[in-house]
């Protein structure tokens, strides 16, 4: 499956840009079929610059490249939507996309980078690599701590703390979950699956 190139009179054909965590819409970018085969092939995005009129890297001189993770085609061929990690500022301007839109959608994706970079890193100064230096049994009594903690403080009037808490026991059990090379997907997709068995 590939574009229809043809169907324009210079042969380039609309790619949108979409954050594949955020979903946020980075930006619009135009290929030809040799900037298509050139991102089939490789991790990185290529375009074909209009202004340039030659094939264009994104990130090539920023270093702010789009790593590509999935490739979809409308249903007449003839737009190509793709779904990317940016590797900074998207847009010349210093934006997080084109739009001048923030792209920090979902927070949580970010914190479970960091909490896999400090888990490779294991650095003794971060606090979260500390507990993974401890072990699966002292996070996961961690996470018990958490979770009675977080009990204790749904009995209280304090929707301060109770939330504090809430965060403390969500944090630590993304932990456990990366300690076992497990990710918050891997049980929304289980919680989609019983959903779907439901209906």
Known sequence: MKPNFTKYPDG????????ANTRAVLMLGYMNDVAWEKTQNEDVITFYSRSKQRLWTKGETSGNYLIKKQIL????HDC???????????????????????????????LEKIIEDRKL???????????????????????????????IEAM????????????DLLFHYLVLLHQRNKNLEDV???????????K
């Open 121 to 151: 890193q294991r650095d003794s100064n971060s606090y979260t690599a500390t507990l993974y230096a401890k072990g699966t049994s002292k996070i996961a009594q961690k996470v018990g701590e958490e979770a009675v903690e977080l009990i």
């Open 73 to 76: 085609l409308d249903c007449d």
């Open 12 to 19: 380039l054909v609309p790619v949108i840009i979409q954050d």
């Open 80 to 110: 190509i939507l793709i779904l990317a990690e940016p590797q900074g500022a998207v847009c010349h301007t210093g934006s997080d996309t084109c739009f001048g839109e923030s792209n920090c959608g979902n927070f949580l994706k970010q």
């Open 156 to 167: 209280q009037s304090n929707d301060e703390q109770f939330l504090n808490e809430a965060a």
């Open 188 to 198: 929304i997709k289980i919680l989609h699956y019983r959903h779907s068995k439901t």
